[in-house]
C-alpha cells in the first residue's frame, strides 16, 4: 500500500438541473477542511452560486471515503459521488436539506466501452436510507465501496446498504472522477425549493481518502487531507 497526494481542482462546469453556477470563489478552505458555500449571487436562470470539486484522476474500484457536515436548508443538496461521461454511469451519496436524517444513494449506468456516446436513457435506482442523526449538524464518514460486481455503502464505519449487478440495475465498471458539491435542484421532488432565508449555507468535506484497487488487484491508497479532524 502507497500513500500520495489526491490531486483535485475546482470546477465551474455544472449541469441542466441544477439552479446554481459553480465558481472557484465560494470554495473556502480552513481548518474545517473545504468549505463550499451557496449564496444568492447567480443571475437568469441559476439564480444561486455555488462551488464543486472533482479528481484530476480517474479511479478504478476501490474504496472512497469523506467527512461530510451537510449543508443546512430546503432545497439544496451536498453531493459526494463518483461520476464520468461517455458513456455516462455513477455512484451517488447526497444529503438533502429538507430531509437531513436521511441520505439518498443512486447508480446510473449507461452501456458501452470507454468512448462510447450514451449520455441517456441510463437506468437510475434511488434509495433512501436511514442516518439515525442530522446530518447538517456534525462531522460524520461517509464511504462507497465500488467493487466488480458490488457496491457498499457505510456510515462511520457501519454498512447502510450493498448492492449487486444486476440488483436493480447493472454496476458501473469504468473508471470515475470523484466529485464533492453542493447545489440546488430545479426539481422540487428531490430537496423541496430553496427558503432564500437560509442562505447563504455551507457544506465542509475533510479528510478525504481513496484507497484504489486497480484491475491488477494491488491496493494503492491515496488521500486528500481536507483540514485536521477536530
Known amino acids: ?37 451557496i449564496s444568492e449571487k447567480g443571475s437568469g436562470n441559476r439564480p444561486y452560486q455555488s462551488g464543486a470539486l472533482a479528481s484530476k484522476q480517474l479511479f478504478d474500484h476501490g474504496r472512497f471515503e469523506a467527512e461530510i457536515r451537510a449543508a443546512p ?13 461517455a458513456p455516462r454511469q455513477e455512484i ?24 462510447a456516446a450514451m449520455g441517456f436513457g441510463y437506468r437510475g435506482s434511488p434509495c433512501y436510507v ?39 440495475t447493472p454496476l458501473p465498471h469504468l ?6 458539491n453542493l447545489w440546488a435542484p430545479r426539481s422540487e421532488e428531490l430537496a423541496g425549493r430553496v427558503n432564500k432565508a437560509n442562505l447563504p449555507s455551507t457544506a ?13 488487484q494491488v491496493v494503492q491508497r491515496t488521500s486528500m487531507e481536507l483540514g485536521v479532524s477536530a
Open 1 to 37: 500500500m502507497t500513500s500520495a497526494s489526491l490531486e483535485i481542482r475546482s470546477v465551474v462546469e455544472t449541469f441542466p438541473g441544477n439552479l446554481a453556477v459553480f465558481a472557484h470563489d465560494s470554495i473556502i478552505y480552513d481548518n474545517h477542511g473545504a468549505n463550499i458555500r
Open 73 to 85: 436548508g430546503v432545497g439544496l443538496v451536498t453531493g459526494f459521488f463518483l461520476h464520468r461521461d
Open 92 to 115: 451517488d451519496i447526497e444529503l438533502a436539506g429538507n430531509d437531513p436524517r436521511r441520505m439518498l444513494i443512486n447508480v446510473y449506468f449507461n452501456p458501452g466501452d470507454d468512448g
Open 130 to 168: 436511514e442516518l439515525g442523526f442530522d446530518s447538517t449538524l456534525d462531522f460524520h464518514l461517509y464511504a462507497i465501496d465500488w467493487r466488480p460486481g458490488r457496491i457498499i455503502w457505510s456510515v462511520d464505519g457501519v454498512v447502510v446498504h450493498e448492492r449487486v449487478g444486476w440488483d436493480p
Open 175 to 180: 473508471p470515475m472522477l470523484l466529485h464533492a
Open 204 to 216: 465542509t468535506f475533510r479528510n478525504v481518502r481513496v484507497s484504489q484497487l486497480p484491475r491488477h
